[in-house]
């Protein structure tokens, strides 16, 4: 089970930072990502990182804006997003497999979403 929060309504230039709980298996074991979906749009794949934490990876439009990070001794992944656009405004869904290729494109495991509006 993949429980999000954090989300909110955040002015262009604000931050926030998302958490993603995990129960129910070693979580440890498992690459985490975060996806995101605006209206109309499909989800798109924003950020990934292995199970240990050292290798981390983002989309392009997030780089230098956003980080993922774990801590294992909590069963949580965390994306803090600064520096926030209009643009960035989704429903963001954590995700979680045990396979680091799968994580990032068709993952097992699912949260509920937490949106995020980036507007003044």
């Known amino acids: 089970l993949l429980v999000e929060s954090g989300g909110g309504l955040v002015q262009p230039g604000g931050s926030l930072r998302l958490s993603c709980a995990a129960s129910?298996?070693?979580?440890?074991?498992?690459?985490m990502a975060w996806f995101r979906q605006a209206p109309g749009k499909e989800r798109e794949f924003v950020a990934f990182?292995?199970?240990?934490?050292?290798?981390?990876y983002y989309i392009d439009s997030v780089k230098g804006r956003f980080t993922i990070s774990r801590d294992n001794a909590k069963s949580t992944v965390y994306l803090q997003m600064n520096s926030l656009k209009p643009e960035d405004t989704a429903v963001y869904y954590c995700?979680?497999?045990?396979?680091?290729?799968?994580?990032?494109?068709?993952?097992?495991?699912w949260g509920q979403g937490t949106q995020v509006t980036v507007s003044s």
């Open positions: 995700s979680a497999d045990l396979n680091e290729y799968q994580v990032r494109r068709r993952p097992t495991y």
């Open positions: 129910g298996r070693t979580f440890s074991g498992y690459a």
């Open positions: 990182i292995n199970w240990s934490g050292r290798v981390p």
